[in-house]
């Protein structure tokens, strides 16, 4: 879709100068999945930002050595690598606040709805699985191997294939796959629940209470377990926003934005004060993370999809917004894109601790995925799994107002 909706009417001799606007436009338009009226254009934004915190983390991983220590770039850095693992929960949150606006639909289909999902996840994540199949098979790196005999490298293919690593144990393949297990558990999950208590037919509020309370038991009983999958709970929040929506809509005060930005900001600080310390023991760490994440995330979500506001404003800028659009498609390549990067660097010669090369590496590491997400998006992604549907007029309800056509899309 291009950039300007009424692009003005060139004369022979103003065409030449116009011609880069047209080509931007067309570059723009690679990214664009949806032009019907209901599209919630910021929540494009803020998968943008989100996957864009998950990179950070593999970036600091990855390249932190390269990093001059105790320097300001390391520290910040340092602070996004810990922090980004919370654009997970701002995808699960805006998972929930979708999935559950097209689950609780009176007109919602299981059967459909299962086939959609497994057809919006599987054609990217299949393909990028043949290059990390390859590269075990053929690259000798010990980061793809796993040793084992012929019956346990098949059953650790076919647990990957079936995005079992996650919410069962066992090592994913790809190292972000992991929430793709989430995803899918959570779309089988939660219209069986919805059938069982026959939620339908409850009101606004009872669901609230009942989704709330899952999460709040959820958070209290996690320490118990080793591994209690408390993230989840990002989805609970998402379906909370989803029916609380009318309570952020058109909340245009600045003051409002500025104060949810300064929650979600000092949400991410604790988030680091808490990794980074022992200010919070043992098993806790991980459900006061979440919760925090969730309770920062909350009214910054539900702000930044209907306020109105300068959050909308900022999360509607176009480049944020073609990263959101192609974010799966990212999310899933820029391990395997920075990897790259970094087997590059390593092949030139160890370049030494420096500010002005690790800030290359950032630029580097980040076109890399760029380009690599771009080319996966545009060959398999957006033909085999974006359905766009164009509806005229407003026929779906305020309250559900862009949920079935960004869910397409998610």
């Known amino acids: 879709m291009p950039l300007v909706d009424n692009p003005p009417v060139l004369s022979v001799t103003d065409a030449a100068p116009q011609a880069p606007v047209r080509i931007l436009d067309r570059i723009a338009d690679l990214y664009e999945t949806d032009s019907s009226p209901q599209r919630i254009v910021p929540m494009e934004g803020l998968r943008g930002w989100a996957v864009l915190l998950v990179f950070f983390v593999h970036f600091h991983g990855a390249f ?10 390391f520290y910040v850095s340092q602070f996004l690598g810990s922090v980004g693992g919370t654009g997970v929960d701002l995808f699960f949150i805006i998972s929930g606040y979708l999935i559950y606006g097209a ?10 709805f299962l086939r959609r999902r497994v057809q919006r996840i599987y054609p990217t994540f299949l393909f990028v699985s043949l290059i990390y199949f390859g590269l075990w098979a053929f690259s000798g790196i010990d980061n793809f191997k796993f040793h084992g005999t012929i019956a346990e490298q ?18 994913a393949m790809n190292g972000v796959a992991w929430s793709l297990s989430y995803e899918m558990f959570f779309y089988l999950l939660l219209p069986l ?7 339908r037919t409850w009101g606004r509020m009872p669901r609230v209470y009942f989704f709330l309370g899952l999460a709040v038991a959820g958070i209290l009983v996690s320490p118990l377990f080793e591994h209690p999958r408390v993230r989840l709970i990002a989805f609970l929040l998402g379906i909370v926003l989803f029916e609380l929506v ?16 300064v929650t979600y900001l000092c949400g991410l600080g604790l988030i680091y004060a808490v990794d980074k310390t022992t200010i919070v023991p043992g098993r806790l760490g991980s459900p006061v993370i979440a919760t925090i994440a969730g309770a920062a995330s909350f009214a910054f979500c539900g702000l930044c999809f209907h306020g109105g506001g300068i959050l909308g404003r900022c999360f509607s800028w176009g480049p944020l917004r073609a990263l959101g659009n192609m974010s799966y498609s990212f999310y899933l390549i820029h391990p395997l894109a920075m990897g790259t990067v970094r087997e590059a660097i390593r092949r030139v010669g160890d370049p030494g ?10 630029l580097a590491g980040f076109a890399a995925s760029w380009v690599a997400a771009t080319l996966l998006f545009v060959a398999i992604e957006k033909p085999l799994s974006i359905h766009v549907k164009r509806r005229a007029g407003n026929s779906v309800p305020l309250a559900h107002r862009g949920v079935q056509t960004a869910a397409e899309k998610l």
């Open 64 to 73: 932190k050595g390269f990093a001059t220590p105790g320097s300001t770039l």
């Open 103 to 112: 689950v609780v639909s009176p007109r919602f289909g299981y059967g459909r």
């Open 154 to 171: 098949i059953s650790y293919a076919v647990q990957n294939l079936l995005l079992m690593p996650g919410i069962f144990p066992g090592r």
């Open 193 to 199: 629940l919805l059938a069982v208590t026959a939620m």
């Open 246 to 261: 009318d309570r952020f809509r058109n909340r245009s005060s600045t003051w409002f934005d500025l104060a949810a930005m």
């Open 353 to 362: 601790q420096n500010s002005l090369v690790f800030a290359g590496l950032m």
